[in-house]
Protein backbone atom coordinates (compact mmCIF):
# COMPACT_ATOMS: atom_id res chain seq x y z
CA UNK A 1 0.00 0.00 0.00
CA UNK A 2 2.93 2.20 0.74
CA UNK A 3 4.34 1.72 -2.18
CA UNK A 4 1.40 2.37 -4.34
CA UNK A 5 1.03 5.90 -2.62
CA UNK A 6 4.41 6.67 -3.21
CA UNK A 7 4.43 5.70 -7.15
CA UNK A 8 1.30 7.47 -7.69
CA UNK A 9 2.62 10.59 -5.81
CA UNK A 10 5.71 10.42 -7.83
CA UNK A 11 3.93 9.98 -11.36
CA UNK A 12 1.36 12.75 -10.47
CA UNK A 13 5.14 15.27 -9.63
CA UNK A 14 6.00 14.25 -13.01
CA UNK A 15 2.87 15.18 -15.13
CA UNK A 16 2.01 18.13 -13.49
CA UNK A 17 5.55 19.22 -14.70
CA UNK A 18 5.13 17.89 -17.96
CA UNK A 19 1.76 19.90 -18.13
CA UNK A 20 3.66 23.37 -17.85
CA UNK A 21 5.27 24.92 -20.61
CA UNK A 22 9.01 25.43 -20.06
CA UNK A 23 9.02 29.38 -20.24
CA UNK A 24 5.84 29.59 -17.78
CA UNK A 25 6.48 26.67 -15.53
CA UNK A 26 4.73 26.63 -11.93
CA UNK A 27 7.25 24.23 -10.58
CA UNK A 28 10.76 25.17 -10.64
CA UNK A 29 12.27 21.60 -8.44
CA UNK A 30 10.76 18.59 -7.57
CA UNK A 31 12.45 17.24 -4.19
CA UNK A 32 12.23 13.56 -1.98
CA UNK A 33 13.07 13.82 1.24
CA UNK A 34 13.42 10.91 4.09
CA UNK A 35 13.79 11.46 7.79
CA UNK A 36 13.90 9.60 10.90
CA UNK A 37 12.58 10.18 14.24
CA UNK A 38 12.08 7.95 17.53
CA UNK A 39 10.50 5.12 16.49
CA UNK A 40 9.22 6.76 12.77
CA UNK A 41 10.25 7.26 9.58
CA UNK A 42 8.95 9.87 7.02
CA UNK A 43 9.37 10.16 3.40
CA UNK A 44 8.10 12.98 1.64
CA UNK A 45 7.80 14.13 -2.22
CA UNK A 46 7.33 18.17 -3.01
CA UNK A 47 7.30 20.69 -5.40
CA UNK A 48 8.71 24.18 -5.21
CA UNK A 49 8.13 27.40 -6.45
CA UNK A 50 11.65 29.64 -6.35
CA UNK A 51 10.77 33.34 -5.54
CA UNK A 52 12.20 36.02 -7.96
CA UNK A 53 13.54 38.15 -5.21
CA UNK A 54 17.29 38.76 -3.81
CA UNK A 55 17.70 40.59 -0.61
CA UNK A 56 20.95 41.83 0.79
CA UNK A 57 23.32 40.53 -2.23
CA UNK A 58 26.96 40.96 -1.58
CA UNK A 59 29.74 39.14 -2.55
CA UNK A 60 28.30 36.79 -5.12
CA UNK A 61 25.21 35.47 -2.63
CA UNK A 62 22.08 36.33 -1.58
CA UNK A 63 18.77 35.91 0.43
CA UNK A 64 15.92 34.31 -1.42
CA UNK A 65 13.38 31.33 -0.96
CA UNK A 66 10.98 29.29 -2.75
CA UNK A 67 7.48 27.81 -1.89
CA UNK A 68 7.50 24.37 -1.19
CA UNK A 69 4.47 22.54 -1.39
CA UNK A 70 4.63 18.71 -0.20
CA UNK A 71 3.30 15.23 0.62
CA UNK A 72 4.55 12.75 3.18
CA UNK A 73 4.01 9.37 4.51
CA UNK A 74 4.84 8.83 8.26
CA UNK A 75 5.76 4.78 9.61
CA UNK A 76 5.18 4.98 13.63
CA UNK A 77 6.85 1.71 14.29
CA UNK A 78 5.84 2.21 18.05
CA UNK A 79 1.81 3.35 17.94
CA UNK A 80 0.64 4.05 21.28
CA UNK A 81 3.69 3.53 23.31
CA UNK A 82 3.27 -0.69 22.32
CA UNK A 83 6.42 -2.05 21.02
CA UNK A 84 6.27 -3.48 17.35
CA UNK A 85 2.40 -1.46 16.91
CA UNK A 86 2.83 0.21 13.45
CA UNK A 87 0.64 3.02 12.01
CA UNK A 88 0.79 5.03 9.24
CA UNK A 89 -0.21 8.40 8.07
CA UNK A 90 -0.21 11.50 5.80
CA UNK A 91 0.87 15.34 5.97
CA UNK A 92 0.48 17.66 3.34
CA UNK A 93 2.35 20.52 3.72
CA UNK A 94 2.70 24.29 2.85
CA UNK A 95 6.22 26.00 3.53
CA UNK A 96 7.64 29.87 2.91
CA UNK A 97 11.52 28.86 3.10
CA UNK A 98 14.44 31.52 3.09
CA UNK A 99 17.84 30.41 1.47
CA UNK A 100 21.23 31.67 1.15
CA UNK A 101 22.69 30.71 -1.75
CA UNK A 102 25.12 32.01 -4.71
CA UNK A 103 23.79 34.07 -6.75
CA UNK A 104 24.18 31.23 -9.48
CA UNK A 105 21.82 29.17 -7.17
CA UNK A 106 24.79 26.65 -7.60
CA UNK A 107 27.21 25.16 -4.43
CA UNK A 108 26.53 25.44 -0.98
CA UNK A 109 23.33 27.40 0.87
CA UNK A 110 21.93 27.17 4.07
CA UNK A 111 17.96 27.52 4.87
CA UNK A 112 15.46 28.12 6.93
CA UNK A 113 11.35 27.84 6.99
CA UNK A 114 8.04 27.63 8.99
CA UNK A 115 4.66 26.26 7.37
CA UNK A 116 1.76 24.80 8.15
CA UNK A 117 0.78 20.68 7.94
CA UNK A 118 -2.13 18.88 7.76
CA UNK A 119 -1.85 14.96 9.25
CA UNK A 120 -4.37 12.68 8.22
CA UNK A 121 -4.76 10.61 12.06
CA UNK A 122 -3.31 12.12 15.55
CA UNK A 123 0.24 10.93 16.17
CA UNK A 124 0.43 8.95 19.13
CA UNK A 125 4.25 7.04 19.38
CA UNK A 126 6.53 6.03 21.54
CA UNK A 127 5.62 8.89 24.28
CA UNK A 128 5.28 11.46 21.44
CA UNK A 129 1.91 12.47 20.85
CA UNK A 130 0.44 15.84 18.92
CA UNK A 131 -3.00 16.13 20.09
CA UNK A 132 -4.21 18.30 16.65
CA UNK A 133 -3.84 17.19 12.59
CA UNK A 134 -2.86 20.50 11.94
CA UNK A 135 0.90 21.21 12.70
CA UNK A 136 3.72 23.77 12.28
CA UNK A 137 7.01 22.70 10.94
CA UNK A 138 9.94 24.36 10.69
CA UNK A 139 13.02 23.45 9.86
CA UNK A 140 16.96 24.31 9.36
CA UNK A 141 18.98 23.17 6.81
CA UNK A 142 22.19 23.38 4.75
CA UNK A 143 22.46 21.39 1.26
CA UNK A 144 24.89 21.84 -2.10
CA UNK A 145 23.34 22.69 -5.58
CA UNK A 146 25.28 21.00 -8.09
CA UNK A 147 26.40 21.98 -11.89
CA UNK A 148 23.54 19.15 -13.49
CA UNK A 149 20.91 20.65 -11.07
CA UNK A 150 20.83 18.07 -8.65
CA UNK A 151 20.79 19.19 -5.04
CA UNK A 152 21.68 16.93 -2.08
CA UNK A 153 20.60 18.85 1.41
CA UNK A 154 20.26 17.81 5.29
CA UNK A 155 18.11 19.33 7.42
CA UNK A 156 16.25 19.03 10.86
CA UNK A 157 12.51 19.19 11.01
CA UNK A 158 10.46 20.07 14.52
CA UNK A 159 6.64 19.99 14.01
CA UNK A 160 4.46 20.87 16.83
CA UNK A 161 1.05 22.38 17.09
CA UNK A 162 2.78 25.53 18.73
CA UNK A 163 1.26 24.49 21.72
CA UNK A 164 -2.45 25.63 21.78
CA UNK A 165 -3.78 22.12 23.15
CA UNK A 166 -2.10 19.56 24.59
CA UNK A 167 -0.65 17.38 25.28
CA UNK A 168 2.11 18.93 22.77
CA UNK A 169 5.47 17.04 22.79
CA UNK A 170 6.82 17.72 19.45
CA UNK A 171 8.46 15.73 16.86
CA UNK A 172 11.67 16.20 15.19
CA UNK A 173 13.03 14.24 12.54
CA UNK A 174 16.39 14.33 11.05
CA UNK A 175 15.84 14.34 7.13
CA UNK A 176 18.11 13.86 3.88
CA UNK A 177 17.01 15.54 0.73
CA UNK A 178 17.58 14.84 -2.75
CA UNK A 179 16.16 17.68 -5.53
CA UNK A 180 16.33 18.02 -9.47
CA UNK A 181 15.89 21.55 -10.27
CA UNK A 182 14.36 22.34 -13.81
Do not use: C
Request: zero cysteines; glycine letters at 10%; charged letters at 20%.
Amino acid sequence: MFAKKLIAAAAALLAVQAAQAADGSVIDSVSVDYGSSAKVHMLRLGVQKDWSARWFQSNGSHLSGYWDASFGFWRETQYQNVPGAHESLTDIGFTPVFRWEHDNKKGIYYEGGIGVHRLSELYNNDTYRLSTLFQFGDHIGIGYVFDNNWEVGAKIQHFSNGGYRKPNTGVNFLELKAAYHF
